[in-house]
């Protein structure tokens, strides 16, 4: 079993910064893709970024190029979301998954993803 465990969220101003981490337990989750995922009130779950295993494939949703990071460590079974310029439309509880299947196609589709995390509150006021 895996067990994902999101924190860093918190209130930011818009153009401000947060670092989200999301720690996992098991055995094999170094092994897991891991990915973000995003639901602000009223609105579907979204897509926001994917790691892949080893760190090196990474893939974003449009809105959050250029300005959000995935990152992992895989030595401490956390992987990271760093948030730069943030903007009010980024306010959304942000969930972490993970993905046991290597294959990365469909990488955006939540059912894709096995293993989820409680959640994290993020608010960007402007």
């Known amino acids: 079993q895996v067990q994902l465990v999101e924190s860093g969220g918190g209130l930011v101003q818009a153009g401000g910064s947060l670092r989200l981490s999301c720690a996992a337990s098991?055995?094999?989750?170094?092994?897991?893709?891991m990915g973000w995922f995003r639901q602000a009130p009223g609105k579907e779950r979204e897509f926001v970024s994917r790691i892949s295993s080893t760190g090196r494939t990474t893939y974003y949703a449009d809105s959050v190029k250029g300005r959000f990071t995935i990152s992992r460590d895989n030595a401490k079974k956390t992987a990271y979301l760093q948030m730069n310029s943030l903007k009010p439309e980024d306010t959304a509880v942000y969930f972490c998954?993970?993905?046991?299947?290597?294959?990365?196609?469909?990488?955006?589709?939540?059912?894709?993803?096995?293993?989820w995390g409680q959640g994290t509150q993020v608010t960007v006021s402007s």
């Open positions: 998954a993970a993905d046991t299947i290597i294959d990365s196609t469909a990488y955006a589709n939540a059912a894709k993803y096995e293993y």
């Open positions: 098991g055995r094999t989750v170094s092994s897991y893709a």
